[in-house]
C-alpha cells in the first residue's frame, strides 16, 4: 500500500503564497504520475494539477494556470505545490493523489489509486 501525507496547508490573505507538499512512503512511487485535486464546502471535487513522473509535461486546470506551480521535491518521492497569488476562491481541502499509470497525466478522480488525507486551505479577504 502506498501511503501519502499533504502538509502545508493553513491561513493566508488573499494575494499572498504559501506551498503545499506531498511525501510518500510504502512501495515506490517514483514512477507514479501524482496530482492535486481539492473541494470546496458544496462543491464537486475539482481537478488542479497534475504532473508526470520525469517532470517534464506539467497539467494545469485553468483556474490556477500562471499561479500555481507543480514540481518534483528535492527529496525523493515527494512533489510540492507552490500557490502564488492565491484567491479566496482558492480555498478548499486539497488532497494529493498517486495514478499508478505512470505514463497518463489525468484530470479524472477515477484514474487516481492513492490518495492522501486532504490538508485544509483557506484564504482571507
Known amino acids: 500500500q502506498v501511503q501519502l501525507v499533504e502538509s502545508g496547508g493553513g491561513l493566508v490573505q488573499a494575494g499572498g503564497s504559501l506551498t503545499l507538499s506531498c511525501a510518500t512512503s510504502g512501495r515506490t512511487t517514483s514512477t507514479y504520475t501524482m496530482g492535486w485535486f481539492r473541494q470546496a464546502p458544496g462543491k464537486e471535487r475539482e481537478f488542479v494539477t497534475a504532473i508526470r513522473y520525469s517532470g517534464a509535461y506539467t497539467l494545469y486546470a485553468d483556474s490556477v494556470k500562471g499561479r500555481f506551480t507543480l514540481s518534483r521535491g528535492n527529496a525523493k518521492n515527494t512533489v510540492n505545490l507552490q500557490m502564488n497569488s492565491v484567491k479566496p476562491e482558492d480555498t478548499a481541502v486539497y488532497y494529493c493523489?498517486?495514478?499508478?499509470?505512470?505514463?497518463?497525466?489525468?484530470?479524472?478522480?477515477?484514474?487516481?489509486?492513492?490518495w492522501g488525507q486532504g490538508t485544509q486551505v483557506t484564504v482571507s479577504s
Open positions: 493523489a498517486a495514478d499508478a499509470t505512470a505514463w497518463r497525466v489525468s484530470r479524472l478522480e477515477s484514474d487516481y489509486d492513492y
